[in-house]
T-cell receptor, first 116, second 115 residues
Framework: AQKVTQAQTEISVVEKEDVTLDCVYE???????LFWYKQPPSGELVFLIR??????QNEISGRYSWNFQKSTSSFNFTITASQVVDSAVYFC?????????????FGTGTRLTVIP | EAQVTQNPRYLITVTGKKLTVTCSQN?????MSWYRQDPGLGLRQIYY???????DKGDVPEGYKVSRKEKRNFPLILESPSPNQTSLYFC??????????????FGPGTRLTVL
């Protein structure tokens, strides 16, 4: 069975600090995808990234970066020089063939608060 | 504008009064899904549909029904709502490209309160 663990329920940082959100996953499949979504206070879900299980290259997009390590089944998300607009709930999600390749299985989310 | 729409956005109702939350997408996506979001539990899938007339249960289907008569619409039906169905509901859609694992596009959410 698949599982996504986001052990950090809430994190607070001061603006301009770097912050890493952890995501650990479990699946029996060798082919799977990992996702990160952002949910700002307005409530909508914003897609951030999709990464497949065969691509372990780290990805950087502006202040955002993602570190995928199959050896530790982790897909961590780092925000560099955090800003108040980064305050949101962040969800990590897994899509694997064992439960339907189109279905997303979400972690419980990490609420990030960036203090000005 | 490509989007997923949900109606209503907010609903307060009473136990046992049947209700329907509509979901519509204009992106010609084959796949649609419903999730509920509860504090400390993240998003959990209720039902999904791979195409017209094809629906299947997700992780928490009890107390819900869905239908997929048209490609663009995927309504969520609560025949007899109960207070434990008070939640934030999201509809999502994605193209059913070869291999799956596609990004899902989410609606704005429907906040339901059952008294």
């Amino acid at each position: 069975a698949q599982k996504v663990t986001q052990a950090q329920t809430e994190i607070s940082v001061v603006e301009k600090e770097d912050v890493t959100l952890d995501c650990v996953y479990e699946t029996r499949d060798t082919t799977y995808y990992l996702f990160w979504y952002k949910q700002p206070p307005s409530g909508e879900l914003v897609f951030l990234i999709r990464r497949n299980s065969f691509d372990e290259q780290n990805e950087i997009s502006g202040r955002y970066s993602w570190n995928f390590q199959k050896s530790t089944s982790s897909f961590n998300f780092t925000i560099t020089a955090s800003q108040v607009v980064d305050s949101a709930v962040y969800f990590c999600a897994l899509s694997a063939r064992e439960t339907g390749a189109n279905n997303l299985f979400f972690g419980t989310g990490t609420r990030l608060t960036v203090i000005p | 504008e490509a989007q997923v729409t949900q109606n209503p956005r907010y609903l307060i109702t009473v136990t046992g009064k049947k209700l329907t939350v509509t979901c519509s997408q204009n992106m010609n996506h084959e796949y649609m899904s419903w999730y509920r979001q509860d504090p400390g539990l993240g998003l959990r899938q209720i039902y999904y549909s791979m195409n017209v007339e094809v629906t299947d249960k997700g992780d928490v289907p009890e107390g819900y029904k869905v239908s997929r008569k048209e490609k663009r619409n995927f309504p969520l039906i609560l025949e007899s709502p109960s207070p434990n169905q008070t939640s934030l509901y999201f509809c999502a859609s994605s193209p059913r490209l070869a291999g799956g694992y596609n990004e899902q596009f989410f609606g704005p959410g429907t906040r339901l309160t059952v008294l």
